[in-house]
């Protein structure tokens, strides 16, 4: 039975330059990757140095023909369903009924947003509205923006934000939970805030013209940010005894390896924020300079 020097499960941005890291270190290596990226919802992703505007799709078929030009790398379609230990390291099954056996994990399988209950937000996600100021920030600069987001959240946004556009509004949809003094700081910067329920975003084709309360009240917006929560894409890190840190994301020593030897994360899963392919990229190159480093020691 074939065991791989390293599994990388999860092939975005991270996992595809850990195997691009692998197969030029000659390693036999398996790239499993069920194609759902956090960031498949937009058209263009920006800030990677060379790829500036790039779509998600073309990133990934780009980095897959590259990674794949190497003959130690495999590409398997698939997700990992389960993993568990083995005296030489680890076997993995998939949900094609696949078992993989390999002495080496890294896992790349990034994050899921859940966005807020507000009625069409999905049609507006990804295409005028945004998580990431430095991801899409420049391209709705000085447009009028809502933030959509409440407490501590709304105003760390709204304070951000305001680098790329002073015409800003604040909806909590609900009780905003902001302190007197972020109140007066947003309102000396006439930042107003709406706590009425939300009745729905309106737009057409993805971009957002206003925001339409309850009350009746129509607001005129063209874009905005919103605070979303995020949870691993995948749970295999629990299953495998990873521990994680105070923000959810899996800890890893400076080489990327996880409080489990052998298993080493990369990209979202070990940084939950601030998170960009660029960094996601770089610290999957570190996790497989780990894993080479690793399996040199065992063998030299
Ligand atoms: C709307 C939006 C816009 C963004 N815009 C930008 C931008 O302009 N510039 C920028 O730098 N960043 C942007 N980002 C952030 C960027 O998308 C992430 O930082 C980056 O994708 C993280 O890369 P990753 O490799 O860690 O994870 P991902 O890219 O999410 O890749 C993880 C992969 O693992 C797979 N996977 C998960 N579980 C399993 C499993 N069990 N088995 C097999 N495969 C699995 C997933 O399907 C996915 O293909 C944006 C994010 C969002 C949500």
């Not at 692998?22 to 759902?36: H, S, T, W």
């Amino acid at each position: 039975m074939k065991q791989y020097d390293c599994t990388i499960i999860g092939g975005g941005p991270a996992g595809l330059n850990a195997a691009l890291v692998l197969g030029r270190a000659r390693r036999n290596i398996l790239l499993v990757d069920e194609g759902k990226p956090r960031n498949r919802v937009t058209h263009h992703s920006h800030g990677y140095l060379t790829r500036d505007g790039i779509s998600p799709q073309e990133f990934r078929s780009i980095a897959q023909k590259e990674v794949l030009q190497y003959p130690t790398v495999q590409h398997l379609p698939d997700q990992v369903i389960s993993s568990q230990a083995t005296e030489d390291g680890f076997r993995l099954e998939t949900a094609k009924g696949g078992s993989i056996f390999t002495k080496k994990i890294i896992l790349s399988t990034g994050l899921t947003g859940n966005l807020p209950s507000i009625q069409n937000i999905e049609h507006f996600y990804g295409k005028s509205l945004f998580v990431c100021p430095f991801c899409d920030g420049w391209e709705l600069s000085d447009r009028p923006l809502v933030i959509l987001a409440k407490g501590q959240h709304a105003f760390h946004l709204a304070k951000m934000v305001y680098n790329w556009s002073r015409d800003l509004v604040i909806c909590s949809n609900g009780d905003p939970e902001l302190s007197e003094a972020q109140l007066s700081i947003l309102s000396n910067r006439n930042i107003p805030v709406y706590g009425q329920p939300i009745k729905e975003l309106r737009g057409l084709d993805g971009e957002l013209s206003s925001v339409e309360f309850t009350d009746g009240q129509l607001l005129k917006r063209t874009g905005g940010f919103v605070d979303i929560s995020w949870t691993h894409a995948s749970t295999l890190h629990l299953s495998l005894g990873c521990e994680t840190d105070d923000t959810g994301a899996v800890r890893t020593d400076a080489s990327g390896q996880t409080t489990v030897p052998g298993i080493f994360a990369a990209g979202d899963t070990a940084l939950f924020s601030p998170s960009q392919l660029i960094i996601a990229a770089g610290e999957g190159s570190k996790a497989a300079m780990g894993v080479v480093k690793d399996l040199v020691d065992e063998e030299f």
